[in-house]
Every structure is written in C-alpha cells, then in structure tokens.
T-cell receptor, first 110, second 115 residues
Framework: RKEVEQDPGPFNVPEGATVAFNCTYSNSASQSFFWYRQDCRKEPKLLMSVYSSGNEDGRFTAQLNRASQYISLLIRDSKLSDSATYLCVVLTGGGNKLTFGTGTQLKVEL | GAVVSQHPSWVICKSGTSVKIECRSL??????MFWYRQFPKQSLMLMATSNEGSKATYEQGVEKDKFLINHASLTLSTLTVTSAHPEDSSFYIC???????????FGSGTRLTVV
C-alpha cells in the first residue's frame, strides 16, 4: 500500500464547477499535511496547509480527518487557471520527511 | 519570503559525465534541504536529506556514491550526479523549509537529459 494515495484523474470539469479531491495516508504518526499545486514541467508550489479544524483560503477549502487518515481539497467556482496537478503531501519522520501522493490532475474547460 | 533558487534549469550531458546541481535558500537559512526526483507522470520521490555540516541521509535504493550531496553552508546544497547514464534523466528538485508548519519551498527544478 502506498504511503499517500490519490485518485490520479484526470478530472475534467466545466468552468465554475465545484470539484473535490481526496487523499488517504497510511502512517498514523504523520504530523502535518499540505496540498501543493504542480503545473506541467514545473516545481510544486504550496497551495495550503491542512488543519484538523479545516481551513479555507478563498475558493479553496481543505479538511483533515485524522481518525480516517483522510484529507480533502474542495475547489469552488473553478477557473481555467486552476488546471494543474494537485499533490497531497504528508510530513512524517519526526517532522523531517515529506511524502507525496502521485497527484490528481484537474482540467477546467470552457 | 522563503525563496529557493535552483540551477541549472536544464542540462543535457553525455553519458559518463558528471553534473552538479545547486540549491540555494535566498532569504532564510536552511539547516536541512531535500532532494527529490520526478519521472514523467510520477510523483516526487525523496532521494536524500541534506544536512548542513554533516553527511546526507539517503533513502533506500538511492546510491550515495552516485548522487553526491554537499551541504557546506546554511544556504547552499549541491547534488552531483556522477557518471550519468540515460536512466538518470529526470526532473530533480530541491526543497527547504523554515520549520514545521511553514510548508516547504521548492526550487524551480533541473531537467537532466543524459544522451
């Protein structure tokens, strides 16, 4: 079983749609959780951290369920510019090791 | 803040040669930097953790004699791919963080092609 699992997609959605991505992690000792965005042939960029209480940043909402070892990302009113691969990232190893999911590809269309 | 600079952006080299990639934290000090490799349509895989002033910690399956890491200062880590072969062609990315909870910033990556 992979340490961090994501549905690879691609998810093709029309502009303005709401879309959600899920991620599960296997290491219950994981400490911090992040969503990163990666555009084609570019480096990943931090989208947002994920907290147990849930957090929102504009059109983006992240949720963490430690009991189920499950993380989600919700994008509302999706824009063409949201098209990218979204990486679920978990910090383990005493706070020193980032483990990446394979990413979920999103394509927002007109 | 938290800018990480990585050079070169891309390099094409002949099989058997060595290539050095630099990773610098521009506006903060990083006692730890990380080196990743990403093959097409795959996730980033951690290769090694670079520790300032001490030896790097390599992940299982990564040859330390092939991928030499030097972290001589708090702002610079280098990865040298020695005796590169076509199967080493990949996207190499470094990252550094300011501490737990701040997230990690990535360099812009180096696309290595070995011919």
């Amino acid at each position: 079983r992979k340490e961090v699992e994501q549905d690879p997609g691609p998810f093709n959605v029309p502009e303005g749609a709401t879309v959600a991505f899920n991620c599960t992690y296997s290491n219950s000792a994981s400490q911090s959780f992040f969503w990163y965005r990666q555009d084609c042939r570019k480096e990943p960029k931090l989208l947002m951290s994920v907290y147990s209480s849930g957090n929102e940043d504009g059109r983006f909402t992240a949720q963490l369920n430690r009991a189920s070892q499950y993380i989600s990302l919700l994008i509302r009113d999706s824009k063409l510019s949201d098209s990218a691969t979204y990486l679920c990232v978990v910090l383990t190893g005493g706070g020193n090791k980032l483990t990446f999911g394979t990413g979920t590809q999103l394509k927002v269309e007109l | 803040g938290a800018v990480v600079s990585q050079h070169p952006s891309w390099v094409i080299c002949k099989s058997g040669t060595s290539v050095k990639i630099e990773c610098r934290s521009l506006d903060f000090q990083a006692t730890t930097m990380f080196w990743y490799r990403q093959f097409p349509k795959q996730s980033l895989m951690l290769m090694a953790t670079s520790n300032e002033g001490s030896k790097a910690t390599y992940e299982q399956g990564v040859e330390k004699d092939k991928f030499l890491i030097n972290h001589a200062s708090l702002t610079l880590s280098t990865l040298t791919v020695t005796s590169a072969h076509p199967e080493d062609s990949s996207f190499y990315i470094c990252s550094a963080g300011r501490g737990q909870g701040f997230g990690y910033t990535f360099g812009s990556g180096t696309r290595l092609t070995v011919v």
